[in-house]
T-cell receptor, first 116, second 112 residues
Framework: AQSVTQLDSQVPVFEEAPVELRCNYSSSVSVYLFWYVQYPNQGLQLLLKYLSGSTLVESINGFEAEFNKSQTSFHLRKPSVHISDTAEYFCAVSVTLRGSQGNLIFGKGTKLSVKP | KAGVTQTPRYLIKTRGQQVTLSCSPISGHRSVSWYQQTPGQGLQFLFEYFSETQRNKGNFPGRFSGRQFSNSRSEMNVSTLELGDSALYLC???????????FGPGTRLTVT
């Protein structure tokens, strides 16, 4: 069975500091990888995705994540955070198998709190 | 392009009642998935529909059901509501169901 582990449930950080949110997954088959962000009382917004190709993927607002197959990780990083980045971040995998369609497997989430 | 829309946004029901939630996917998307989000269990997959057929189902009791119409709009129904069904119900649409999914704002269901 596939699973996603986000090791940190809460990450407090000061504004303009760098941050890394960790994500590890377990799967015996190939997966696609995603990071989603959720602001209070809202749905999930797709932040970035890894489907194939370059293992380093970037978002338009400065986040990046690197797919590491040997370590089965997909950590999210940002070199300098803003107050507006305060939100909950979810790592998710999609298994590329018939019968598994539509089922994103999520981690428990990491609450990023950016302090001035 | 318009995003995924869900109605209603908020709902209060009493134990034993039933409820129907609606989801309109992004135009052209044929896959619609439903998730339940609670503080204790996190995000859990309910089911996925593609071209009016349920292709995949999570581990929820039969009280939870869904359907998809020919225009890809989807509904989910929960019968005989329990207190534990209080949650944010999220709908997501996708081209294929295995690539990225785009989420709606959710329906907040409170069961009293």
């Amino acid at each position: 069975a596939q699973s996603v582990t986000q090791l940190d449930s809460q990450v407090p950080v000061f504004e303009e500091a760098p941050v890394e949110l960790r994500c590890n997954y377990s799967s015996s088959v190939s997966v696609y990888l995603f990071w989603y962000v959720q602001y209070p009382n809202q749905g999930l917004q797709l932040l970035l995705k890894y489907l194939s190709g370059s293992t380093l993927v970037e978002s338009i607002n400065g986040f990046e994540a690197e797919f590491n197959k040997s370590q089965t990780s997909f950590h999210l990083r940002k070199p300098s955070v803003h107050i507006s980045d305060t939100a909950e971040y979810f790592c998710a995998v999609s298994v590329t198998l018939r019968g598994s369609q539509g089922n994103l497997i999520f981690g428990k989430g990491t609450k990023l709190s950016v302090k001035p | 392009k318009a995003g995924v829309t869900q109605t209603p946004r908020y709902l209060i029901k009493t134990r034993g009642q039933q409820v129907t939630l609606s989801c309109s996917p992004i135009s052209g998307h044929r896959s619609v998935s439903w998730y339940q989000q609670t503080p204790g269990q996190g995000l859990q997959f309910l089911f996925e529909y593609f071209s009016e057929t349920q292709r995949n189902k999570g581990n929820f009791p039969g009280r939870f059901s869904g359907r998809q119409f020919s225009n890809s709009r989807s509904e989910m129904n929960v019968s005989t509501l329990e207190l534990g069904d209080s949650a944010l119900y999220l709908c997501a649409s996708s081209w294929t169901g295995i690539h990225e999914q785009y989420f709606g704002p959710g329906t907040r269901l409170t069961v009293t």
